[in-house]
């Protein structure tokens, strides 16, 4: 395992990661120095009053399009029918974003993931929507979400691969670790897709002698490595579960649509959406600790320089 040998070399070099906040604190980046971006986009408490709540954006019959901003355009309508936004915070996935680089860090003896924050709660910003829906035109909003996306772009800077983890939280009845590449619920069941069409296109062509469905769901995929670690993280797609056989499963957002490999570049990304149970104080340090390990053996995510 390439971190192994990693830890032997480099023993020595733990310091506390750099924080550099956005206007008002909500947008927070850690600075880190592995090739491994986490982000929390969803999990947010800040609910400044200057900021207008989302609720809807506003319906314009004729085009059946929905146009997000607070004061509605002429010919169009605040509806809640056929442009509602989710507002719905993802409780502790701060928390958990935070435990896995600690672990990460220890693991490495001092080099960290890249860390970016959404601190704002998702009523007031959504970062992982297009611009638009996510800040409604509201000038603070629109400058935080230019942050989170501009902070994530610093840390890709000083890459020429790496991997994005987007960590949410979901409230499916399955109550399984869903891993999102972008490739549809319906699509993963029937198994129409390519390594082109998902989130780790740059790591399908990197992984010459290894299949993608290998990658994806067999024994060199990202579901493998966090269920042999301990079997009641059911993880899906994975060995265990190849697609969701017709259950609850998100595919991935915008921020691993954009971030990702799928348009260009060679830096992966990976949305992982975790059941409750999983986030809770009780099970967050354990799990934290198994996602570590995983992410690790999953992607080389040492600086090259
Ligand atoms: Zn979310």
Redesign the pocket.
Known sequence: MWWCVFLLFFLDTSEAQEVIFGQNKYIEYHVGNLNLILTA??GGSLTPSSIPSREAGCWERASGKCYYTHSCPVGTATDIANCKVTTVK?LY?QEMVLAVAKEICQLTSGYCPHIVLNNLHRSKLDP?RDKDEAAFAVPAASQAWDEFMGFIQTAKSHMTHGLLIDI??HSHAENWVELGYLISKANLDSGKFSAADTSIYALSKKRQGTTFSDLLRGGQSLGKLIEQQNASYVSVPSPSNPGPNGGNYFSGGYIVATHGSKVSGDVDAVQI?LPKWIRESAERSKFAAILAKALLNYYDVSLAN
């Open positions: 986009p969803h993802d996935t992982n949410h939280g959406e």
